[in-house]
Protein backbone atom coordinates (compact mmCIF):
# COMPACT_ATOMS: atom_id res chain seq x y z
CA UNK A 1 0.00 0.00 0.00
CA UNK A 2 3.31 2.69 0.65
CA UNK A 3 4.64 1.66 -2.37
CA UNK A 4 1.49 2.40 -4.14
CA UNK A 5 0.71 5.53 -2.72
CA UNK A 6 4.21 6.58 -3.15
CA UNK A 7 4.07 6.13 -6.43
CA UNK A 8 0.80 7.72 -7.20
CA UNK A 9 2.72 10.76 -5.11
CA UNK A 10 5.44 10.81 -7.84
CA UNK A 11 3.46 10.30 -10.61
CA UNK A 12 1.27 13.72 -9.83
CA UNK A 13 4.68 15.77 -9.00
CA UNK A 14 5.54 14.64 -12.73
CA UNK A 15 2.19 16.06 -14.04
CA UNK A 16 2.73 19.60 -11.74
CA UNK A 17 6.12 19.58 -13.06
CA UNK A 18 5.17 19.45 -16.89
CA UNK A 19 2.75 21.28 -16.02
CA UNK A 20 5.08 24.10 -14.76
CA UNK A 21 6.94 23.91 -17.64
CA UNK A 22 4.36 24.04 -20.05
CA UNK A 23 3.47 27.21 -17.69
CA UNK A 24 7.26 28.44 -18.30
CA UNK A 25 7.03 28.01 -22.13
CA UNK A 26 3.43 29.77 -22.66
CA UNK A 27 5.26 32.90 -20.90
CA UNK A 28 3.76 32.88 -18.09
CA UNK A 29 6.13 33.96 -15.11
CA UNK A 30 6.39 36.12 -11.61
CA UNK A 31 6.30 39.41 -13.87
CA UNK A 32 2.73 38.86 -14.83
CA UNK A 33 3.13 40.07 -18.43
CA UNK A 34 4.81 38.85 -21.85
CA UNK A 35 5.44 41.57 -24.08
CA UNK A 36 5.36 41.14 -28.09
CA UNK A 37 7.31 43.71 -30.49
CA UNK A 38 6.59 44.61 -34.24
CA UNK A 39 9.02 46.24 -35.93
CA UNK A 40 9.55 47.50 -39.19
CA UNK A 41 13.27 46.66 -39.64
CA UNK A 42 16.31 45.13 -36.70
CA UNK A 43 19.12 46.08 -35.28
CA UNK A 44 21.46 47.03 -38.35
CA UNK A 45 18.75 49.96 -38.60
CA UNK A 46 19.23 52.69 -36.31
CA UNK A 47 15.76 53.59 -35.80
CA UNK A 48 14.41 50.10 -34.88
CA UNK A 49 17.78 49.91 -32.95
CA UNK A 50 16.98 52.67 -31.03
CA UNK A 51 13.58 51.01 -29.91
CA UNK A 52 14.97 47.68 -29.43
CA UNK A 53 17.28 48.60 -27.09
CA UNK A 54 15.08 51.18 -25.03
CA UNK A 55 12.62 47.82 -24.20
CA UNK A 56 15.53 45.78 -23.15
CA UNK A 57 16.86 48.54 -20.47
CA UNK A 58 13.39 49.02 -19.27
CA UNK A 59 12.66 45.46 -19.14
CA UNK A 60 15.64 44.80 -17.05
CA UNK A 61 14.84 47.55 -15.02
CA UNK A 62 11.80 46.27 -14.39
CA UNK A 63 12.58 42.93 -14.07
CA UNK A 64 10.83 41.50 -17.08
CA UNK A 65 13.21 38.59 -18.23
CA UNK A 66 14.09 38.89 -22.03
CA UNK A 67 12.77 35.54 -22.47
CA UNK A 68 9.37 37.31 -21.88
CA UNK A 69 10.05 39.65 -25.29
CA UNK A 70 8.79 38.40 -28.71
CA UNK A 71 10.15 40.14 -31.34
CA UNK A 72 8.83 40.13 -34.81
CA UNK A 73 11.61 41.49 -36.86
CA UNK A 74 11.12 43.40 -40.64
CA UNK A 75 7.37 43.90 -40.92
CA UNK A 76 5.70 45.81 -43.80
CA UNK A 77 3.56 47.87 -43.00
CA UNK A 78 0.72 46.09 -44.23
CA UNK A 79 -1.69 43.02 -43.09
CA UNK A 80 1.47 41.30 -42.12
CA UNK A 81 1.56 43.69 -38.87
CA UNK A 82 -2.05 42.64 -37.88
CA UNK A 83 -0.91 38.54 -38.54
CA UNK A 84 1.98 39.47 -36.45
CA UNK A 85 -0.18 41.01 -34.04
CA UNK A 86 -2.50 38.20 -34.30
CA UNK A 87 0.44 35.63 -33.62
CA UNK A 88 1.41 37.87 -30.83
CA UNK A 89 -1.98 37.17 -29.28
CA UNK A 90 -1.84 33.94 -29.57
CA UNK A 91 1.77 33.53 -28.10
CA UNK A 92 0.06 34.77 -24.42
CA UNK A 93 1.20 38.55 -24.76
CA UNK A 94 -0.41 40.92 -22.97
CA UNK A 95 1.37 43.66 -24.17
CA UNK A 96 1.71 44.37 -27.98
CA UNK A 97 4.28 46.91 -29.27
CA UNK A 98 5.27 48.27 -33.22
CA UNK A 99 7.80 50.70 -34.02
CA UNK A 100 6.41 52.18 -37.06
CA UNK A 101 3.73 54.93 -38.21
CA UNK A 102 2.64 52.63 -40.94
CA UNK A 103 1.78 50.13 -38.82
CA UNK A 104 -0.61 52.20 -36.54
CA UNK A 105 -4.12 51.37 -38.75
CA UNK A 106 -3.21 47.63 -38.62
CA UNK A 107 -2.62 47.69 -34.87
CA UNK A 108 -5.98 49.60 -34.43
CA UNK A 109 -7.75 46.64 -35.82
CA UNK A 110 -5.98 44.26 -33.76
CA UNK A 111 -7.00 46.38 -30.58
CA UNK A 112 -10.62 45.93 -31.62
CA UNK A 113 -10.61 42.32 -31.99
CA UNK A 114 -8.42 41.95 -28.75
CA UNK A 115 -9.86 44.29 -25.87
CA UNK A 116 -8.07 42.09 -23.25
CA UNK A 117 -4.35 42.88 -24.61
CA UNK A 118 -3.04 46.49 -24.66
CA UNK A 119 -1.90 47.74 -28.39
CA UNK A 120 0.95 50.61 -28.44
CA UNK A 121 1.61 52.26 -31.84
CA UNK A 122 4.95 54.32 -31.32
CA UNK A 123 4.73 57.39 -33.32
CA UNK A 124 0.94 56.91 -34.19
CA UNK A 125 -1.20 59.81 -34.44
CA UNK A 126 -5.21 59.05 -33.63
CA UNK A 127 -5.49 56.50 -30.56
CA UNK A 128 -6.93 58.86 -28.27
CA UNK A 129 -9.82 59.10 -31.41
CA UNK A 130 -10.78 56.01 -31.25
CA UNK A 131 -12.36 54.98 -27.78
CA UNK A 132 -10.68 52.29 -26.96
CA UNK A 133 -8.72 51.87 -23.69
CA UNK A 134 -6.33 48.94 -24.87
CA UNK A 135 -5.02 51.07 -27.63
CA UNK A 136 -2.31 54.00 -26.88
CA UNK A 137 0.63 55.95 -29.02
CA UNK A 138 3.91 57.30 -27.44
CA UNK A 139 6.11 59.66 -28.97
CA UNK A 140 9.58 61.17 -28.01
CA UNK A 141 9.55 65.34 -27.78
CA UNK A 142 12.58 64.32 -30.91
CA UNK A 143 12.24 68.48 -31.83
CA UNK A 144 13.89 69.33 -28.76
CA UNK A 145 16.90 67.04 -29.99
CA UNK A 146 16.82 68.26 -33.50
CA UNK A 147 17.00 71.34 -32.14
CA UNK A 148 20.31 71.05 -29.79
CA UNK A 149 21.59 69.23 -32.91
CA UNK A 150 21.47 72.08 -35.19
CA UNK A 151 22.99 74.11 -32.42
CA UNK A 152 26.20 71.74 -32.90
CA UNK A 153 25.90 72.31 -36.06
CA UNK A 154 25.64 76.48 -36.26
CA UNK A 155 28.45 76.33 -33.81
CA UNK A 156 30.72 74.84 -36.88
CA UNK A 157 29.14 76.81 -39.20
CA UNK A 158 30.31 79.81 -37.15
CA UNK A 159 33.99 78.28 -36.86
CA UNK A 160 33.69 78.23 -40.61
CA UNK A 161 32.87 81.23 -41.62
CA UNK A 162 35.08 82.90 -38.56
CA UNK A 163 38.03 81.22 -39.65
CA UNK A 164 37.95 81.84 -43.20
CA UNK A 165 37.62 78.64 -44.53
CA UNK A 166 34.33 79.26 -45.67
CA UNK A 167 33.89 82.23 -47.48
CA UNK A 168 31.76 83.40 -50.70
CA UNK A 169 34.88 84.23 -52.45
CA UNK A 170 36.58 80.27 -52.03
CA UNK A 171 33.59 78.44 -51.77
CA UNK A 172 30.89 80.36 -53.72
CA UNK A 173 28.06 77.50 -54.45
CA UNK A 174 27.87 77.24 -50.88
CA UNK A 175 26.13 80.74 -50.32
CA UNK A 176 23.08 82.09 -52.20
CA UNK A 177 22.50 85.53 -53.71
CA UNK A 178 21.97 86.97 -50.39
CA UNK A 179 25.03 85.75 -48.77
CA UNK A 180 23.05 82.85 -46.90
CA UNK A 181 25.25 80.19 -46.12
CA UNK A 182 23.57 76.81 -47.74
CA UNK A 183 23.07 73.63 -45.47
CA UNK A 184 20.95 70.34 -46.08
CA UNK A 185 18.64 68.42 -45.20
CA UNK A 186 17.60 64.02 -46.24
CA UNK A 187 14.03 63.73 -45.30
CA UNK A 188 12.16 60.16 -45.76
CA UNK A 189 8.73 61.90 -46.53
CA UNK A 190 6.91 65.41 -46.24
CA UNK A 191 5.13 64.01 -42.93
CA UNK A 192 4.31 66.71 -39.95
CA UNK A 193 7.12 64.18 -38.08
CA UNK A 194 10.08 65.35 -40.62
CA UNK A 195 8.60 68.92 -40.92
CA UNK A 196 8.84 69.34 -37.26
CA UNK A 197 12.17 67.88 -36.80
CA UNK A 198 13.93 69.73 -39.79
CA UNK A 199 12.26 73.06 -38.81
CA UNK A 200 13.26 72.43 -35.28
CA UNK A 201 17.20 71.75 -36.52
CA UNK A 202 17.27 74.53 -39.46
CA UNK A 203 16.39 77.25 -36.20
CA UNK A 204 18.99 75.31 -34.13
CA UNK A 205 21.37 76.25 -36.69
CA UNK A 206 20.25 79.87 -36.95
CA UNK A 207 20.40 80.72 -33.19
CA UNK A 208 24.00 80.57 -33.88
CA UNK A 209 24.52 81.44 -37.97
CA UNK A 210 21.91 83.93 -38.80
CA UNK A 211 22.44 84.02 -42.15
CA UNK A 212 21.51 80.37 -43.84
CA UNK A 213 18.72 78.98 -45.84
CA UNK A 214 18.11 75.02 -45.82
CA UNK A 215 17.68 72.59 -48.76
CA UNK A 216 15.04 69.40 -48.27
CA UNK A 217 15.44 66.43 -50.36
CA UNK A 218 13.05 63.57 -49.80
CA UNK A 219 14.01 60.07 -50.47
CA UNK A 220 10.37 58.70 -50.15
CA UNK A 221 11.20 56.24 -48.22
CA UNK A 222 12.57 55.47 -44.36
CA UNK A 223 15.38 53.26 -44.64
CA UNK A 224 17.20 53.10 -48.66
CA UNK A 225 20.99 53.94 -48.11
CA UNK A 226 21.45 54.31 -51.87
CA UNK A 227 18.72 57.03 -51.72
CA UNK A 228 19.80 59.13 -49.09
CA UNK A 229 22.94 58.56 -49.51
CA UNK A 230 22.06 60.18 -53.55
CA UNK A 231 20.55 63.04 -51.44
CA UNK A 232 23.33 63.97 -49.27
CA UNK A 233 25.70 63.87 -52.49
CA UNK A 234 23.13 66.10 -54.43
CA UNK A 235 22.96 68.89 -51.42
CA UNK A 236 26.52 68.46 -50.76
CA UNK A 237 26.96 69.25 -54.81
CA UNK A 238 24.69 72.32 -54.35
CA UNK A 239 26.71 73.87 -51.84
CA UNK A 240 25.58 72.58 -48.46
CA UNK A 241 28.16 72.56 -46.12
CA UNK A 242 26.25 70.42 -43.48
CA UNK A 243 23.91 67.67 -43.84
CA UNK A 244 21.39 66.64 -41.58
CA UNK A 245 18.75 63.77 -41.86
CA UNK A 246 15.66 62.53 -40.93
CA UNK A 247 15.90 58.89 -42.07
CA UNK A 248 17.31 55.50 -40.56
CA UNK A 249 20.15 54.29 -42.53
CA UNK A 250 23.94 55.48 -42.44
CA UNK A 251 23.42 56.61 -46.14
CA UNK A 252 23.88 60.11 -45.50
CA UNK A 253 26.79 60.30 -43.47
CA UNK A 254 28.60 57.56 -44.87
CA UNK A 255 28.49 59.64 -48.68
CA UNK A 256 29.22 63.29 -46.57
CA UNK A 257 32.73 61.40 -45.10
CA UNK A 258 33.62 60.47 -48.49
CA UNK A 259 33.61 63.55 -49.54
CA UNK A 260 35.09 65.36 -46.85
CA UNK A 261 38.34 62.73 -47.26
CA UNK A 262 38.13 64.06 -50.73
CA UNK A 263 38.64 67.12 -50.21
CA UNK A 264 34.95 69.01 -49.82
CA UNK A 265 34.12 71.04 -47.15
CA UNK A 266 31.00 69.11 -45.47
CA UNK A 267 29.76 67.98 -42.29
CA UNK A 268 27.17 65.78 -40.88
CA UNK A 269 24.10 65.60 -38.20
CA UNK A 270 22.61 62.21 -37.80
CA UNK A 271 19.57 60.35 -36.71
CA UNK A 272 18.75 57.70 -33.93
CA UNK A 273 22.40 56.41 -33.45
CA UNK A 274 25.73 57.62 -32.97
CA UNK A 275 27.67 57.77 -36.60
CA UNK A 276 30.60 58.64 -34.86
CA UNK A 277 31.40 55.20 -36.41
CA UNK A 278 30.20 55.63 -40.09
CA UNK A 279 31.49 58.81 -40.08
CA UNK A 280 34.60 59.51 -38.17
CA UNK A 281 35.21 63.02 -39.62
CA UNK A 282 32.26 64.10 -40.51
CA UNK A 283 30.18 63.08 -38.11
CA UNK A 284 29.29 66.14 -35.57
CA UNK A 285 26.29 64.50 -33.66
CA UNK A 286 23.03 62.86 -33.86
CA UNK A 287 19.38 63.37 -32.02
CA UNK A 288 18.50 60.91 -30.43
CA UNK A 289 15.45 59.45 -28.03
CA UNK A 290 15.99 57.68 -25.07
CA UNK A 291 12.94 54.81 -25.33
CA UNK A 292 13.46 53.31 -21.93
CA UNK A 293 11.69 56.22 -20.40
CA UNK A 294 8.33 55.85 -22.74
CA UNK A 295 8.94 51.91 -22.36
CA UNK A 296 9.71 51.75 -18.63
CA UNK A 297 6.39 53.90 -18.05
CA UNK A 298 4.31 51.71 -20.47
CA UNK A 299 5.75 48.42 -18.96
CA UNK A 300 5.08 49.33 -15.26
CA UNK A 301 1.53 50.37 -15.85
CA UNK A 302 0.42 47.34 -17.86
CA UNK A 303 2.20 45.33 -15.46
CA UNK A 304 0.60 47.11 -12.47
CA UNK A 305 -2.64 47.47 -14.11
CA UNK A 306 -2.84 50.85 -14.53
CA UNK A 307 -4.26 53.71 -16.82
CA UNK A 308 -1.72 54.44 -20.14
CA UNK A 309 -2.53 57.45 -21.42
CA UNK A 310 -3.54 57.32 -24.75
CA UNK A 311 -0.60 59.90 -25.69
CA UNK A 312 2.52 59.64 -23.85
CA UNK A 313 5.34 62.38 -24.95
CA UNK A 314 8.28 63.60 -22.89
CA UNK A 315 11.85 65.50 -23.95
CA UNK A 316 14.70 66.60 -21.97
CA UNK A 317 12.73 67.48 -18.94
CA UNK A 318 12.29 63.84 -18.59
CA UNK A 319 15.28 62.67 -20.28
CA UNK A 320 13.51 61.45 -23.25
CA UNK A 321 15.98 62.94 -25.65
CA UNK A 322 19.05 63.79 -26.17
CA UNK A 323 22.44 63.81 -28.73
CA UNK A 324 25.13 61.50 -29.15
CA UNK A 325 28.51 62.02 -28.05
CA UNK A 326 30.01 65.02 -29.82
CA UNK A 327 32.53 64.27 -32.74
CA UNK A 328 36.04 65.31 -33.15
CA UNK A 329 35.39 67.50 -35.79
CA UNK A 330 33.13 70.26 -33.62
CA UNK A 331 34.19 73.49 -32.90
CA UNK A 332 35.32 74.21 -30.26
CA UNK A 333 33.11 76.04 -27.32
CA UNK A 334 30.19 73.40 -28.63
CA UNK A 335 30.46 71.04 -25.15
CA UNK A 336 29.53 74.64 -22.92
CA UNK A 337 26.61 75.32 -25.51
CA UNK A 338 24.95 72.42 -25.55
CA UNK A 339 25.06 72.22 -21.60
CA UNK A 340 23.74 76.25 -22.13
CA UNK A 341 20.95 75.57 -24.37
CA UNK A 342 19.53 72.42 -23.14
CA UNK A 343 19.72 74.20 -19.52
CA UNK A 344 17.20 76.80 -21.27
CA UNK A 345 15.36 73.85 -22.62
CA UNK A 346 14.64 72.20 -19.57
CA UNK A 347 13.53 75.05 -17.59
CA UNK A 348 11.48 76.82 -20.78
CA UNK A 349 13.34 79.70 -20.90
CA UNK A 350 14.15 78.61 -24.50
CA UNK A 351 11.39 77.37 -26.85
CA UNK A 352 12.09 75.92 -29.80
CA UNK A 353 9.53 77.30 -31.72
CA UNK A 354 9.44 80.51 -30.54
CA UNK A 355 7.52 82.54 -32.98
CA UNK A 356 10.05 85.63 -33.33
CA UNK A 357 12.88 83.19 -34.21
CA UNK A 358 11.22 82.94 -37.54
CA UNK A 359 8.59 83.95 -40.48
CA UNK A 360 6.33 82.67 -42.91
CA UNK A 361 4.84 83.62 -46.25
CA UNK A 362 0.94 83.26 -47.71
CA UNK A 363 2.05 80.92 -50.02
CA UNK A 364 4.07 78.79 -47.45
CA UNK A 365 0.61 77.82 -45.58
CA UNK A 366 -0.19 74.01 -44.91
CA UNK A 367 -2.56 75.02 -42.17
CA UNK A 368 -4.93 77.49 -40.85
CA UNK A 369 -2.26 80.17 -40.27
CA UNK A 370 -2.46 83.77 -39.01
CA UNK A 371 0.38 86.22 -39.04
CA UNK A 372 1.33 89.90 -38.13
CA UNK A 373 2.95 92.53 -40.48
CA UNK A 374 6.09 91.16 -40.24
CA UNK A 375 5.55 87.48 -41.00
CA UNK A 376 5.65 86.44 -37.42
CA UNK A 377 2.95 83.74 -36.45
CA UNK A 378 0.15 84.94 -34.57
CA UNK A 379 -2.34 82.09 -34.42
CA UNK A 380 -2.16 78.65 -35.88
CA UNK A 381 -5.27 75.90 -35.90
CA UNK A 382 -4.38 72.11 -36.65
CA UNK A 383 -6.90 70.03 -36.64
CA UNK A 384 -6.17 66.56 -34.68
CA UNK A 385 -8.38 64.89 -36.88
CA UNK A 386 -6.93 61.53 -38.51
CA UNK A 387 -7.81 62.11 -42.48
CA UNK A 388 -8.57 59.72 -45.47
CA UNK A 389 -6.81 61.63 -48.00
CA UNK A 390 -8.01 60.31 -50.67
CA UNK A 391 -11.77 61.68 -50.43
CA UNK A 392 -10.42 64.63 -47.34
CA UNK A 393 -12.98 62.93 -44.78
CA UNK A 394 -12.29 62.19 -41.25
CA UNK A 395 -11.64 58.67 -39.99
CA UNK A 396 -11.66 59.59 -36.72
CA UNK A 397 -12.94 63.35 -35.97
CA UNK A 398 -10.40 65.13 -33.93
CA UNK A 399 -10.52 68.80 -32.61
CA UNK A 400 -9.44 72.16 -34.18
CA UNK A 401 -6.76 73.63 -31.59
CA UNK A 402 -4.67 76.94 -31.11
CA UNK A 403 -1.24 75.72 -30.96
CA UNK A 404 0.63 78.98 -30.92
CA UNK A 405 0.68 79.07 -26.78
CA UNK A 406 2.38 82.28 -24.95
CA UNK A 407 4.26 83.38 -28.18
CA UNK A 408 5.58 79.66 -29.09
CA UNK A 409 4.31 76.67 -31.45
CA UNK A 410 3.20 73.94 -28.83
CA UNK A 411 4.72 70.65 -29.94
CA UNK A 412 3.12 67.48 -29.00
CA UNK A 413 0.76 69.13 -26.66
CA UNK A 414 -2.21 68.08 -27.92
CA UNK A 415 -1.08 64.62 -29.42
CA UNK A 416 1.79 62.92 -28.91
CA UNK A 417 3.12 62.83 -32.55
CA UNK A 418 3.74 65.86 -33.99
CA UNK A 419 1.76 68.00 -35.77
CA UNK A 420 3.67 71.44 -36.73
CA UNK A 421 3.31 71.30 -40.67
CA UNK A 422 3.89 75.14 -41.16
CA UNK A 423 6.57 75.98 -44.22
CA UNK A 424 9.08 78.45 -43.18
CA UNK A 425 11.14 80.97 -44.90
CA UNK A 426 14.43 79.87 -45.56
CA UNK A 427 13.83 76.56 -46.10
CA UNK A 428 13.49 74.78 -49.22
CA UNK A 429 11.79 71.89 -49.87
CA UNK A 430 13.01 69.84 -53.53
Given amino acids: MFRKLTAIIMAMAMVFSVMAMLTSCSGENEDGIKIGVILIGDETEGYSKAHIDGIKAAANELGVSENNIVWKYKTLESSDCLDAATDLVGQGCTLIISNSYGHQTFMVQAAEQFPEITFAAMTGDFAALTGLDNFVNGFMGTYESRYVSGVVAGMKLKELLDNGTLTAETQPKSFDENGNVKIGYVGAFDYSEVVSGYTAFYLGVKSIVENVIMNVNYTESWFDIDKEAAAAEALIADGAVIICQHADSTGAPSATEKLLNNGTICYSVGYNIDMIDTAPNAALTSATNNWSVYYKKLISSVMNGEDMPADYSVGYANDGVKITPLG ?103
Avoid at 330 to 355: M, P, Q
Wanted: hydrophobic share 35%; with cysteine; proline share 2%.
Fill in 328 to 430: KSCAAGTAEKVAEVEAGIKNGTIKVFDTDTFTVSADQFTCTVTTDEAGHVTSCLVDTSFMDWSTMTPIYQGELVECIVDGAFAESTHRSAPYFSIRIDGIIEN
